[in-house]
């Protein structure tokens, strides 16, 4: 049974820095799309940012583009999104989530209904 468990969340002041890890089990992470995702309260899931299976192609929501970035380690049991010059705006509970099919287009990335399987969430609160 694949599960993906999410990590590293908590509360940051603005402009500080946090570092979310989701790791997967019950599946080779290397056959997977990963992607996280972000929902506040009162507002829908929106996506943050993809990884491709190789690692080389990523794309990212506006508002994060150039303060997050996702990865992947060489194990590739593990996705991580670096989140730098955090904004109260970006408070939300986070979720990291794989597909086992393979995307190319950046619209297939953003789409929650491309992804199979989710992580329960980690909480990121930005204070101002």
């Known amino acids: 049974q694949v599960q993906l468990v999410e990590s590293g969340g908590g509360l940051v002041q603005a402009g500080g820095s946090l570092k979310l890890s989701c790791e997967v089990s019950?599946?080779?992470?290397?056959?997977?799309?990963m992607g996280w995702f972000r929902q506040a309260p009162g507002k829908e899931r929106e996506f943050v940012a993809g990884?491709?299976?190789?690692?080389?192609?990523?794309h990212y929501a506006d508002s994060v583009q150039g303060r997050f970035t996702i990865s992947r380690e060489n194990a590739k049991t593990t996705t991580y999104l670096q989140m730098n010059r955090l904004k109260p705006e970006d408070t939300a509970a986070y979720y990291c989530?794989?597909?086992?099919?393979?995307?190319?287009?950046?619209?297939?990335?953003?789409?929650?209904?491309?992804?199979?399987?989710w992580g329960q969430g980690t909480q990121v609160t930005v204070s101002s």
């Open positions: 989530a794989g597909s086992s099919r393979l995307y190319y287009m950046r619209s297939q990335y953003v789409e929650p209904n491309s992804y199979a399987d």
């Open positions: 019950g599946r080779t992470v290397s056959a997977y799309t």
């Open positions: 990884i491709s299976r190789s690692g080389t192609t990523t």
